[in-house]
């Protein structure tokens, strides 16, 4: 491992929750009451064989609270993975928003920042393919902003009256509560197949996107557009983006499966470990400023979060950094008990009328109600705000604070008119004054009907490899489907959004494309709403290609945190061992020794080293790439370790760099890698730097074809 610990470090948010925080160490076990305990070990009874006395408070101090340990999880976001850190602005954008976290740049804002699956249950294992979340919390001096975001730019659907059906289908199927955290079944594509709007999302979840290989290699998005507010009043669009600086970077369906037997927590203890070595994953923030005069300028509706705003019409303008730097205390009091809401948001910041984010602001609030358990859920210590509140909202379950005086009702006089007002120059919140003319109307905006130029224009700009993996992905996931008629009608709308990709599904599938489905396509409108007008149109082209949208475009220039295996046994080279190892740990990486057993091998210097992992407990999944020093003795061990060669073929089948030392390294006739020495990221006898720049490439996709022939 490499040892380049650093002190987890925090913020003042960190700094204010130890005053909510107990340490046992070092003292007596009490009740809740204070009343030293001396027996947890045994119930007060009639006797030595009698039975339990109703007396026993002690047992029942101790029962019921294991009894009442748990609460309701999120209905959708259940699995996560949360973090603090800080952010810290470039620039002021102070001609776009008076926020204080965009225009104060000698500010430290304290965030608490959550990622999770969406589908799965709590337990469910990291790698199910699907969107991640990516919630973050800013604890700012104004009050907290909450940006509740996902890792994909865009929404399923377009209107929050969707989200239960939406969810509902994708979800385990009720009769059966099959199958966890796994979109691949007959409900879903029944769903998506009557509900064209959901295309777009759904093909970045057959993309790479939907498998990061960390949640610190993946972007973050606000999605709806929101407003910015200056100073004067004045408002303009903006989308929020995270970039990681790690780069965007995906695992390979083959891995992600692998992985959720091998370590379900894969992404949880990647976050958990990066945070503990020091190795602080950071994001920028960036923004798309659309001005107000250009609302009307785009093909398609600003207000719809099917649609994302690609970088190569409205740049994304950097303006700041987050820092993850301080794993929580405790997973429940802080992962679990956390309560976003897009409703949470600051002078400078304030919504727009995408349906979908209207909606959200009511559910997000009402969710906690149930999950903990009454409306003081903002009086949990990581709900908290920085900054003190004061209201006359008094009393409920739970209520922790003791308000003082007479008086709980504005206005007053008693209290002398305390809590008071503030005006807008004290920033006092004041919502933006959109002009409304209009009727009240259920209906959905024909400006939202285009429901394959998206997809169509993200499927064009990737590339050839990941135009393959999300071909692999829709066949896999339709493979998974029972019936027929749900398949056809997917394999007419892919071909709606591309023809080749769908005739490559309709192969993998057995089955044919069909001329024609059951109409009305788009079922998801009214009863007696226009349906012709509802229908989406044929696609559109408005941009040949949005190179942004690919992976292939990415940060390539970091091995920080990448986990290197390195096989060895007994009597494996030293010398090129310390070369290769220090010129890794170097540049940031972290080794593992994965050896025929646990404990200790030595080395052909007399050396003894540390395993990491006897490869009994590992997989060749669980690592970026492999190294394997010479050494003869070493390799004649590893070889008649079957797994050994398992190890190796998988790892070149994922397109992993792997480095050997020694032409004559008998692993390599045993392994495909005989197979493979002339491939960019099969390095033999190279200096450390040729292995370093093929890890910093992530995987060699060039590959892809010819591994096909590797049965691992
Ligand atoms: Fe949601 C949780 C992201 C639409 C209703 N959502 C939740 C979380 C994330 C998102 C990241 C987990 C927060 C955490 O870590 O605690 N949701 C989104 C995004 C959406 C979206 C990016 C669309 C752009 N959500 C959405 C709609 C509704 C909800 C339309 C309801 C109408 N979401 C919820 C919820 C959850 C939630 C049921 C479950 C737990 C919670 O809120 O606190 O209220």
Redesign the pocket.
Known sequence: MATNKKENLGSAKTEALKASEKDSTGKVMTTNQGLKVNDTNNSLKSGERGSTLLEDFLLREKITSFDHERIPE????AR?SAAHGVFELYESIEQYSKAGIFTDVKRTTPVFV?F?TVAGSKGSPDLARDVR???VKFYTQEGTWDL???NMPI?F?QD?IK?PDLIHSVKPEPNKEIPQAASAHDTFYDFVSHTTETLHNHIWVMSDRAIPRSFRMMEGFG??TFRLINDKNESHFVRFHWKPKLGVHSLTWDEAVKINGADADFHRRDLWDAIDAGQFPEWELGVQIIPQEDEFKFEFDLLD?TKLIPEEMVPVKIIGKMTLNKNPENFFAETEQ???LPGHIVPGIDFTNDP?LQ??LF??R???LS?LGGPNFNQIPINRPVVESHNNQRDGMMQTEINKGQTAYFPNSLSGGCPHLAKMAEGGFHSYEERIDAKKIRTRSASFNDHFSQPALFYRSLAKWEQQHVADAYTFELGKCNHDHIKERMLWLIAEIDEDLAKKVAKGLGLEIPSDIERPINQAIGADANIEEQQPPKKKNYLDSAPTLSQANTKFDSIVSRKIAVLVANGFSMKNYKAMADALEKEGAVLNLVAPHGGMVTCDAGMKHKVDAAIMTTESVLFDAVYIPGGKESVNELMGEAKFLKFINEALKHCKAIAVDGKDNALIDKTYLAKFKDDAAVLIDEKPDAFINAIKQHRNWDRSEKVKEIPA
């Open positions: 999120r209905i959708v976001h996560g959550r999770s979340g990516f919630a509740v975001g996902n929404f659907i929050a989200f999605i709806h979060p956390v309560a976003f979908l909606g959200r559910s997000y009402d969710t906690q999950r």
